[in-house]
C-alpha cells in the first residue's frame, strides 16, 4: 500500500503541474486511505508534499515574472501566522473532526472550481495595496491550511485578484509563492505534536515532483477548462467518500448520488443549446455580479 500511495502521488504532482493546485485535496486522501496514515500524520505530511511542490512551481512562475513579491509576502507571512496558530491548535482536534473540514473544504474548493475563475480588470494591479484586507484574508486562509492541510489556493487566487488587484497570472505565481509559505508554517505547527514518516513524505513528495513536472508538459496539449471541471466532479465525488468513512455511509452515499445527479444533468445540458438550467444559471450570476 505505501508503493502504491508512492505511485499515486504522481497524479498528485500532475494535477498541480496541469491545474496550479489541488494537490493537497488529493494528498490528504491518498495519505491516509491509501497510505494508512492517521488523520493528523495526513494532513502534516501534506503540507510537506504541497509546500515543496508549490515552491518549486514558484521558481519558474517568478522567472517568467508573474510573481508580485511586496503582496505575496504580505499575504503570505499573515498566512503563516494563522498557519502556524492552526497546526498547533490542531492537536486540540480529533482528527475525525479534521478529515469532516477537510470535506467542507473539498466541497468548496470542487464548487470553485465548476464555477471557474472571475476575469480581473489589469489595472487593477495598480491600485492601492489594502493591507490590512489582505492580512486579514490570509490570517484566515493561513488558519484553514494549518488545521486541515489544504494549501487554500482556490482562496488565495481569488483574494490576490480581488483584493490585492492583480491580474490571474500574477495572482497564480503569486499564489504559489503563499501557498508554500503557510503549508511550511502549518507543517512547523504540527511538528509540534505530530511525528511524521520523513522516509514516505520524502518519497511521495518527489513523486509529486515529477508528477508536477509532466503535467507541466501536458498544458499546451489539454483543455483547462475541461479538466478544471472534470477534477472538480472528482473532488465532489471523493469528498462523499470521506464523509462516508468518517461520518455515516448514508450520508456519504447521498451525496455521492447527489454529485452523479448533478454531473448527469450538467453534462446533459451542456450537449442541450436550449436547456433552461443553463438560462438560469446566466440570470443568477448576472443577478449576483457586483455592479
Excluded at 502504491?4 to 503541474?17: D, K, W
Excluded at 505534536?193 to 513528495?205: E, M, N, R
Aim: aromatic share 6%.
Amino acid at each position: 500500500m505505501i508503493a502504491l500511495a508512492v505511485a499515486l502521488a504522481v497524479l498528485v504532482g500532475v494535477s498541480l503541474g496541469l491545474l496550479g493546485g489541488g494537490g493537497s485535496i488529493l494528498t490528504v486522501p491518498l495519505l491516509a486511505y491509501v497510505a494508512g496514515l492517521d488523520a493528523k500524520q495526513a494532513i502534516a505530511t501534506s503540507l510537506l508534499v504541497v509546500g515543496v511542490t508549490s515552491a518549486v512551481g514558484a521558481i519558474s512562475h517568478a522567472r517568467a515574472g508573474h510573481v508580485q513579491w511586496r503582496t505575496g509576502l504580505v499575504f503570505g507571512a499573515a498566512g503563516m501566522a494563522g498557519a502556524y496558530a492552526g497546526g498547533v491548535l490542531a492537536r486540540f482536534i480529533p482528527g475525525t473532526v479534521l478529515l469532516v473540514g477537510f470535506a467542507v473544504i473539498m466541497i468548496a474548493t470542487a464548487v470553485a472550481m465548476l464555477r471557474g475563475r472571475r476575469v480581473v480588470d489589469p489595472s487593477g494591479a495598480d491600485r492601492p495595496l489594502p493591507v490590512a484586507k489582505i492580512v486579514i484574508e490570509g490570517v484566515v486562509v493561513g488558519l484553514v491550511t494549518g488545521l486541515v492541510g489544504a494549501g487554500g489556493g482556490f482562496l488565495v487566487v481569488p483574494a490576490l485578484a480581488l483584493l490585492g488587484g492583480l491580474p490571474m497570472p500574477l495572482a497564480v505565481g503569486t499564489s504559489l509563492v503563499v501557498i508554500a509559505m503557510k503549508s511550511f508554517a502549518g507543517l512547523a505547527g504540527y511538528l509540534t505534536s505530530v511525528q511524521i514518516d520523513w522516509g514516505l513524505a520524502g518519497a511521495v513528495t518527489a513523486a509529486a515532483l515529477g508528477g508536477a513536472l509532466v503535467g507541466a508538459r501536458l498544458t499546451a496539449r489539454v483543455n483547462p477548462d475541461a479538466l478544471r471541471k472534470a477534477f472538480g466532479w472528482f473532488v465532489l465525488a471523493m469528498s462523499s467518500v470521506i464523509l462516508a468513512q468518517e461520518v455515516d455511509p448514508v450520508l456519504g452515499a447521498a451525496a455521492g448520488v447527489a454529485t452523479a445527479v448533478a454531473g448527469a444533468v450538467t453534462f446533459a445540458c451542456s450537449r442541450y443549446a436550449n436547456c433552461r438550467l443553463r438560462r438560469l444559471t446566466s440570470r443568477v450570476g448576472t443577478a449576483a455580479a457586483p455592479s
